[in-house]
Antibody, heavy 122, light 108 residues
Framework: QVTLKESGPVLVKPTETLTLTCTVS??????????VSWIRQPPGKALEWLAH???????SYSTSLKSRLTISKDTSKSQVVLTMTNMDPVDTATYYC??????????????WGKGTTVTVSS | SYVLTQPPSVSVAPGKTARITCGGN??????VHWYQQKPGQAPVLVIY???DRPSGIPERFSGSNSGNTATLTISRVEAGDEADYYC???????????FGGGTKLTVL
Protein backbone atom coordinates (compact mmCIF):
# COMPACT_ATOMS: atom_id res chain seq x y z
CA GLN A 1 0.00 0.00 0.00
CA VAL A 2 1.39 3.36 -1.04
CA THR A 3 1.22 6.08 1.57
CA LEU A 4 2.71 9.54 2.02
CA LYS A 5 2.73 11.48 5.26
CA GLU A 6 3.58 15.14 5.70
CA SER A 7 5.12 16.48 8.88
CA GLY A 8 6.34 19.84 10.08
CA PRO A 9 5.49 22.78 12.31
CA VAL A 10 1.89 23.83 12.76
CA LEU A 11 2.83 27.46 13.38
CA VAL A 12 5.67 29.56 12.00
CA LYS A 13 6.44 33.24 12.44
CA PRO A 14 6.73 35.72 9.59
CA THR A 15 10.20 35.77 8.00
CA GLU A 16 11.02 32.31 9.36
CA THR A 17 11.93 29.32 7.21
CA LEU A 18 9.46 26.46 6.93
CA THR A 19 10.77 22.91 6.68
CA LEU A 20 8.35 20.14 5.73
CA THR A 21 9.06 16.43 5.45
CA CYS A 22 7.21 13.89 3.35
CA THR A 23 7.77 10.30 4.45
CA VAL A 24 6.74 7.73 1.87
CA SER A 25 6.07 4.01 2.05
CA UNK A 26 5.04 1.36 -0.43
CA UNK A 27 7.38 2.63 -3.14
CA UNK A 28 11.01 3.65 -3.45
CA UNK A 29 12.33 7.13 -4.16
CA UNK A 30 14.91 5.39 -6.36
CA UNK A 31 12.21 4.14 -8.72
CA UNK A 32 12.87 5.75 -12.10
CA UNK A 33 9.15 6.04 -12.84
CA UNK A 34 8.29 7.80 -9.59
CA UNK A 35 8.76 11.19 -8.03
CA VAL A 36 7.26 13.39 -5.31
CA SER A 37 5.51 16.73 -5.60
CA TRP A 38 4.60 19.36 -3.02
CA ILE A 39 1.31 21.20 -3.43
CA ARG A 40 -0.41 23.69 -1.15
CA GLN A 41 -3.94 24.96 -0.68
CA PRO A 42 -4.77 28.16 1.22
CA PRO A 43 -8.05 28.01 3.14
CA GLY A 44 -10.98 28.08 0.71
CA LYS A 45 -8.72 28.43 -2.32
CA ALA A 46 -7.39 26.33 -5.18
CA LEU A 47 -4.47 23.92 -5.29
CA GLU A 48 -1.07 25.40 -6.07
CA TRP A 49 1.91 23.28 -7.17
CA LEU A 50 5.20 24.14 -5.47
CA ALA A 51 7.94 21.74 -6.54
CA HIS A 52 8.82 18.19 -7.47
CA UNK A 53 11.79 15.84 -7.46
CA UNK A 54 12.52 12.59 -9.25
CA UNK A 55 14.76 9.63 -8.58
CA UNK A 56 17.61 11.02 -10.69
CA UNK A 57 17.49 14.18 -8.55
CA UNK A 58 15.79 16.13 -11.34
CA UNK A 59 14.02 19.05 -9.65
CA SER A 60 11.53 21.66 -10.74
CA TYR A 61 10.06 24.66 -8.91
CA SER A 62 7.06 26.90 -9.30
CA THR A 63 8.18 29.91 -11.31
CA SER A 64 6.48 32.30 -8.89
CA LEU A 65 8.07 30.80 -5.75
CA LYS A 66 11.35 29.49 -7.11
CA SER A 67 13.54 31.91 -5.17
CA ARG A 68 12.10 30.72 -1.84
CA LEU A 69 11.94 26.95 -2.33
CA THR A 70 14.38 24.09 -2.02
CA ILE A 71 13.44 20.44 -2.46
CA SER A 72 15.65 17.47 -1.64
CA LYS A 73 15.36 13.78 -0.91
CA ASP A 74 16.94 11.14 1.29
CA THR A 75 16.28 7.85 -0.47
CA SER A 76 17.57 5.76 2.44
CA LYS A 77 15.04 7.38 4.76
CA SER A 78 12.26 7.47 2.15
CA GLN A 79 11.86 11.19 2.77
CA VAL A 80 11.45 14.29 0.66
CA VAL A 81 12.07 17.65 2.29
CA LEU A 82 10.77 21.03 1.19
CA THR A 83 12.04 24.29 2.63
CA MET A 84 10.37 27.63 2.06
CA THR A 85 12.13 30.77 3.22
CA ASN A 86 10.80 34.12 4.36
CA MET A 87 7.35 32.89 5.34
CA ASP A 88 4.44 35.34 5.23
CA PRO A 89 0.84 35.12 6.47
CA VAL A 90 -0.28 34.58 2.85
CA ASP A 91 1.63 31.27 2.97
CA THR A 92 -0.89 29.94 5.49
CA ALA A 93 -2.19 26.77 3.86
CA THR A 94 -2.52 23.02 3.93
CA TYR A 95 0.60 21.54 2.40
CA TYR A 96 0.36 18.22 0.59
CA CYS A 97 2.92 15.86 -0.84
CA UNK A 98 1.93 13.50 -3.63
CA UNK A 99 3.54 10.67 -5.55
CA UNK A 100 4.22 11.34 -9.20
CA UNK A 101 3.76 8.43 -11.56
CA UNK A 102 5.57 8.81 -14.86
CA UNK A 103 3.83 7.44 -17.91
CA UNK A 104 4.58 7.64 -21.59
CA UNK A 105 4.20 11.33 -22.25
CA UNK A 106 2.78 12.37 -18.92
CA UNK A 107 3.36 12.70 -15.19
CA UNK A 108 0.41 12.47 -12.83
CA UNK A 109 0.00 12.74 -9.06
CA UNK A 110 -1.66 9.45 -8.29
CA UNK A 111 -1.44 9.19 -4.51
CA TRP A 112 -1.63 12.08 -2.05
CA GLY A 113 -0.84 12.48 1.60
CA LYS A 114 -3.49 13.78 3.99
CA GLY A 115 -1.78 17.16 4.22
CA THR A 116 -0.42 19.25 7.06
CA THR A 117 -1.77 22.65 8.01
CA VAL A 118 0.70 25.49 8.47
CA THR A 119 -0.28 28.85 9.92
CA VAL A 120 2.00 31.85 9.60
CA SER A 121 1.46 34.32 12.41
CA SER A 122 3.44 36.29 14.93
CA SER B 1 2.24 31.60 -17.68
CA TYR B 2 -0.29 29.00 -18.72
CA VAL B 3 -3.81 29.47 -17.36
CA LEU B 4 -6.53 26.86 -16.89
CA THR B 5 -10.08 28.17 -16.59
CA GLN B 6 -12.85 26.21 -14.86
CA PRO B 7 -16.42 27.29 -14.05
CA PRO B 8 -16.68 28.01 -10.32
CA SER B 9 -19.73 25.81 -9.94
CA VAL B 10 -21.81 23.17 -11.67
CA SER B 11 -25.13 21.82 -10.41
CA VAL B 12 -26.80 18.59 -11.45
CA ALA B 13 -29.69 16.43 -10.31
CA PRO B 14 -29.03 12.89 -9.11
CA GLY B 15 -28.93 10.38 -11.94
CA LYS B 16 -28.12 13.02 -14.55
CA THR B 17 -24.83 13.78 -16.29
CA ALA B 18 -22.41 16.45 -15.08
CA ARG B 19 -19.85 18.02 -17.38
CA ILE B 20 -17.02 20.10 -15.96
CA THR B 21 -14.87 22.00 -18.42
CA CYS B 22 -11.27 23.12 -18.25
CA GLY B 23 -10.19 25.71 -20.78
CA GLY B 24 -6.66 26.48 -21.86
CA ASN B 25 -4.78 27.61 -24.94
CA UNK B 26 -4.39 24.54 -27.16
CA UNK B 27 -4.97 22.31 -24.14
CA UNK B 28 -5.64 19.46 -26.57
CA UNK B 29 -1.89 19.21 -27.08
CA UNK B 30 -1.29 18.58 -23.38
CA UNK B 31 -2.08 15.69 -21.02
CA VAL B 32 -4.86 16.65 -18.61
CA HIS B 33 -5.45 15.12 -15.20
CA TRP B 34 -8.49 15.55 -12.95
CA TYR B 35 -8.71 15.43 -9.16
CA GLN B 36 -11.70 15.16 -6.86
CA GLN B 37 -11.51 16.82 -3.44
CA LYS B 38 -14.20 16.37 -0.83
CA PRO B 39 -14.42 18.77 2.14
CA GLY B 40 -11.61 18.27 4.63
CA GLN B 41 -9.93 15.60 2.52
CA ALA B 42 -6.92 15.36 0.25
CA PRO B 43 -7.43 15.35 -3.53
CA VAL B 44 -7.95 12.03 -5.28
CA LEU B 45 -6.95 11.36 -8.90
CA VAL B 46 -10.05 10.43 -10.91
CA ILE B 47 -8.83 10.82 -14.53
CA TYR B 48 -5.27 10.89 -15.90
CA UNK B 49 -3.80 11.27 -19.37
CA UNK B 50 -7.00 12.93 -20.60
CA UNK B 51 -9.28 9.92 -20.30
CA ASP B 52 -7.75 7.05 -18.31
CA ARG B 53 -9.24 5.99 -15.00
CA PRO B 54 -7.13 4.83 -12.05
CA SER B 55 -8.16 1.54 -10.53
CA GLY B 56 -11.04 1.95 -8.13
CA ILE B 57 -12.58 4.92 -9.92
CA PRO B 58 -16.08 4.14 -11.23
CA GLU B 59 -16.67 3.92 -14.97
CA ARG B 60 -19.14 6.77 -14.52
CA PHE B 61 -16.13 9.10 -14.60
CA SER B 62 -14.72 9.85 -18.04
CA GLY B 63 -12.61 12.51 -19.69
CA SER B 64 -11.97 14.06 -23.06
CA ASN B 65 -9.59 16.69 -24.39
CA SER B 66 -9.56 18.53 -27.69
CA GLY B 67 -8.79 21.98 -28.99
CA ASN B 68 -8.98 24.51 -26.19
CA THR B 69 -11.21 22.52 -23.83
CA ALA B 70 -10.87 19.42 -21.67
CA THR B 71 -13.99 17.96 -20.11
CA LEU B 72 -14.64 15.73 -17.12
CA THR B 73 -17.95 13.89 -17.48
CA ILE B 74 -19.69 12.20 -14.58
CA SER B 75 -22.61 10.01 -15.62
CA ARG B 76 -25.46 8.93 -13.35
CA VAL B 77 -24.38 11.43 -10.73
CA GLU B 78 -24.70 10.38 -7.09
CA ALA B 79 -24.82 12.43 -3.92
CA GLY B 80 -21.35 11.14 -3.06
CA ASP B 81 -19.90 12.84 -6.15
CA GLU B 82 -20.44 16.24 -4.59
CA ALA B 83 -16.96 17.73 -4.33
CA ASP B 84 -14.50 20.20 -5.80
CA TYR B 85 -12.87 19.09 -9.04
CA TYR B 86 -9.54 20.36 -10.34
CA CYS B 87 -7.92 19.94 -13.73
CA UNK B 88 -4.13 19.94 -14.05
CA UNK B 89 -1.51 20.02 -16.80
CA UNK B 90 2.22 20.38 -17.15
CA UNK B 91 3.24 23.54 -19.00
CA UNK B 92 6.40 22.59 -20.86
CA UNK B 93 7.27 26.17 -21.77
CA UNK B 94 7.68 27.21 -18.13
CA UNK B 95 8.21 23.72 -16.66
CA UNK B 96 5.37 24.53 -14.25
CA UNK B 97 2.62 22.21 -13.10
CA UNK B 98 -0.63 24.15 -13.41
CA PHE B 99 -3.98 23.61 -11.68
CA GLY B 100 -7.30 25.07 -12.68
CA GLY B 101 -9.20 27.18 -10.20
CA GLY B 102 -11.52 24.32 -9.30
CA THR B 103 -15.21 23.62 -9.85
CA LYS B 104 -17.64 22.93 -7.04
CA LEU B 105 -20.07 20.21 -8.10
CA THR B 106 -23.39 20.40 -6.31
CA VAL B 107 -25.84 17.51 -6.47
CA LEU B 108 -29.33 18.96 -6.20
Amino acid sequence: QVTLKESGPVLVKPTETLTLTCTVSGFSLSNARMGVSWIRQPPGKALEWLAHIFSNDEKSYSTSLKSRLTISKDTSKSQVVLTMTNMDPVDTATYYCARIARGDGYNTMDVWGKGTTVTVSS
Amino acid sequence: SYVLTQPPSVSVAPGKTARITCGGNNIGSKSVHWYQQKPGQAPVLVIYYDSDRPSGIPERFSGSNSGNTATLTISRVEAGDEADYYCQVWDSSSDDVVFGGGTKLTVL
